[in-house]
Structures are given as structure tokens and as C-alpha cells.
């Protein structure tokens, strides 16, 4: 494989897709293998002489690589720009920030839509069960195709903070710091059923045709997959962010019409949640990262005990969770801060409070900018700044 060194982007970015696995393919935690496999990656900011200032964001379940600029799929702004890019908290100015699509997904990373080599069709159902060990060990493989070799920080949100950590487990000598927002350590049995209601949504939609809707003259599952959102959606939420925005509100109309049109403006809601969903977002990857993450548990290979996963590390930890968060508790996070002190790793720990629920990771939080503008310059400053 021809390595190559992306060493400066403007402030637009720069995305690229590339092959991988042609000579080696990627062993999957499933026993399977793929390659070769596509994988798609925008990158913001310099790459330094000694490549020392390289930050991987993870995106979670239905993000992709656009975390800031214009998401070419939707037109809309990126995911992350309140957190990533000049004079930001992960300063672009400062950092070469590197987003790639996670494998199993269908922003240009290769999924279930994508062809298989071997047939020219797409994959659907054929496509290997994946797993966030999987996603993170072909981000790897990338970053060793870019000539990268250690990462200054891994940074998500969500499943986003399930790669983080697996990141600093699976790679430590790696990586020198991780930020794992509003994640948890493994999947709970409430995680596993919210997902397990929205996959049946799909497969229960006549146009999802056990997964070779892609040969079905453009029918889509779009009903299934828009039930599935709506469901996932409110888990991103919180009940006292729910009725502060929404309360009982009617939509466009003085009183109830007795029917099962939209009375409540929340119903409204949810409905264009799952109509704009469907456009940008392939049904077959939905389960598949669904699935990934209800595989996650850090601490199964060593016992269940989850500080035998960060034994020895020398990786520097930021863990923040929110109080409103009913998907990934504060609690869950604070399981995981337990572990890494009894790992003996360094960590720091903010429970924030915000009644905008799971989500908030992604909105104006002026509390989570600041811990991690700190957190990233202090550790920046304790090796003595970066090279130019």
C-alpha cells in the first residue's frame, strides 16, 4: 500500500476517499475479513514537521466525516462548528483535525449500499457484522496510509466517545489524550432495546425486502427507517427540554382535530426528524452501527472489569458527561473515571448541567467549551507547544 502525508488544509478542508486492504485485508472482530475497502476522511488545519499535533474527531451513529464547512450530502453546516475550527476550542489554528467516516456507514466509507468487489452489487445483508474495534482499527490503518503515526487527541461524542476509548485501549502508545463525551463503556440492556425497536422498524417495512432494497427500482425503506429516527431521537432528548421547547403546544391549529394528523407541535417534530433523515442516510448502515454499538463492552475481553482494559496507560483522559443525559448517564461516565483511577491513569471529570439531554454534546455549551479548550492547551503546553 503507497503511503501518503497529507500535511496542510485550508480552512474548507480537505476530503478525500481512499482504497485500503488491497494486500492485507481488515480482520474483523467477527472472524471475517474486507478489502479492499474504501474509507472517506476531510481534514482541517497544518500537519506539523514532526506530525505531533494530529487530533482525530470521531463521528457518532448517523454523523459523518463534515464537521464543519458544508456537508455536501445535505447542504447543511457541519455537525461539530461550534467545537472545531479558528480560534475554536479544537483550534484548527493549532491542530490538524482529522474526521473519518466510520466503516459500515455511507458517506463514502465502504457499508452495506457500497459494491462488493467480488460482485459489482451492493453488499446489503452480505456485508460483515461490524463492530467499534473494527471502525477504529481501519481509522488505523488510514492514519498509517497518511504517514501518522501517534494522534495529540482523540475527540467524540456518544459513539464517538465509544472510538475515543477504544482508541486509547487498543492503541496507547498512540495517543496522548482523549476527550469521551456523553458515551459509556459498553451498551445497556435500555441502549440494546431503543436500538432493537428501530431495526425492527426497518426490516418490518415491506420496501426493506430482507436487505436488497437497493435492486427495488428506487422503493426505499424510507417509512421504517424515518420510525426508527423518531424513536432514537427522543433518547437524544431530555423531558425537561422536551416541555420547556415543546410542552403541549398544538401545531397550526387553536384546538385538538381529533384525529391522527399532527396535533402537537413534539409530533410535528419528530415527523420532519424522520423525513429528513431518510434522504441522507442509508437503512441497511443504520442497522449495522446499531449493532456495532450494542456489541460495545470495553471491559468484556479482561473479566468485565474495566480498569484491566486502561491497565498502564499513559494516556491523559477527559471524561464529561450531562446531568440530563438519560442515554449515557452521568452515572456510566462515572463508571468509567472510576476505572481509570483505579488504573491509576490520569483522568479529569465534569458533569455538566444542561436540560438539552444526550444531545447536548452537539449544541452552544459554553461550560464543555471552555474544560476542553483547557484541557487540550494544557496538555499541548506541558510537551512544549508544537513545531511550526
Not at 226 to 246: C, P
Not at 247 to 265: E, K, N, P, T, Y
Request: hydrophobic content about 40%; proline content about 4%; charged content about 20%.
Amino acid at each position: 500500500m503507497d503511503r501518503k502525508t497529507v500535511t496542510d488544509s485550508t480552512d474548507d478542508g480537505f476530503a478525500e476517499v481512499v482504497t485500503l486492504g488491497q494486500d492485507s485485508p481488515l480482520r474483523l472482530d467477527s472472524g471475517d475479513s474486507i478489502g479492499p475497502f474504501q474509507v472517506a476522511y476531510k481534514c482541517w488545519g497544518k500537519l506539523n514537521d514532526d506530525r505531533s499535533n494530529a487530533v482525530l474527531v470521531c463521528h457518532a451513529l448517523t454523523g459523518d466525516q463534515y464537521v464543519r464547512g458544508i456537508n455536501p450530502i445535505t447542504g447543511k453546516k457541519g455537525w461539530w462548528q461550534n467545537m472545531v475550527g479558528p480560534g475554536r476550542p479544537v483550534d484548527t489554528g493549532r491542530y490538524f483535525v482529522i474526521c473519518i467516516n466510520v466503516l459500515g456507514s455511507c458517506a463514502g466509507t465502504t457499508g452495506p449500499a457500497s459494491p462488493d468487489p467480488e460482485t459489482g452489487r451492493p453488499y446489503g445483508l452480505t456485508f460483515p457484522v461490524i463492530t467499534i474495534g473494527d471502525m477504529v482499527r481501519a481509522q488505523a490503518m488510514l492514519l498509517d496510509h497518511l504517514g501518522i503515526e501517534s494522534l495529540f487527541s482523540v475527540i467524540g461524542g456518544s459513539m464517538g466517545g465509544m472510538q475515543a476509548l477504544q482508541w486509547a485501549v487498543d492503541y496507547p502508545d498512540r495517543v496522548k489524550t482523549v476527550i469521551a463525551i456523553a458515551t459509556t463503556w459498553r451498551h445497556s440492556a435500555q441502549n440494546i432495546a431503543f436500538h432493537e425497536v428501530g431495526r425492527q422498524a426497518i426490516m418490518a417495512d415491506a420496501n426493506w425486502d430482507h436487505g436488497r432494497y437497493y435492486d427495488n427500482g428506487g422503493a426505499r425503506p424510507h417509512a421504517g427507517l424515518a420510525v426508527a429516527r423518531m424513536a432514537a431521537h427522543i433518547t437524544y432528548m431530555s423531558e425537561r427540554g422536551l416541555t420547556s421547547r415543546f410542552g403541549r403546544s398544538l401545531q397550526d391549529r387553536d384546538r385538538v382535530a381529533f384525529g391522527f394528523d399532527a396535533d402537537f407541535q413534539i409530533e410535528s417534530y419528530l415527523r420532519h426528524q424522520g423525513i429528513s433523515f431518510v434522504d441522507r442516510f442509508d437503512a441497511n448502515s443504520y442497522l449495522y452501527i446499531t449493532r456495532a454499538m450494542d456489541y460495545y463492552d470495553l471491559g468484556s475481553p479482561y473479566g468485565g472489569i474495566l480498569a484491566k482494559a486502561f491497565q498502564g496507560t499513559t494516556t491523559r483522559f477527559c471524561v464529561l458527561s450531562f446531568t440530563s443525559d438519560w442515554l449515557y448517564t452521568t452515572g456510566e461516565s462515572r463508571h468509567i473515571v472510576r476505572a481509570l483511577n483505579a488504573a491509576r491513569a490520569r483522568v479529569s471529570y465534569a458533569d455538566i448541567d444542561m436540560d438539552k439531554g444526550h444531545d447536548s454534546f452537539l449544541l452552544d455549551c459554553p461550560e464543555m467549551f471552555t474544560i476542553i479548550r483547557g484541557f487540550l492547551s494544557s496538555e499541548a503546553d506541558s510537551i512544549g507547544g508544537f513545531q511550526s
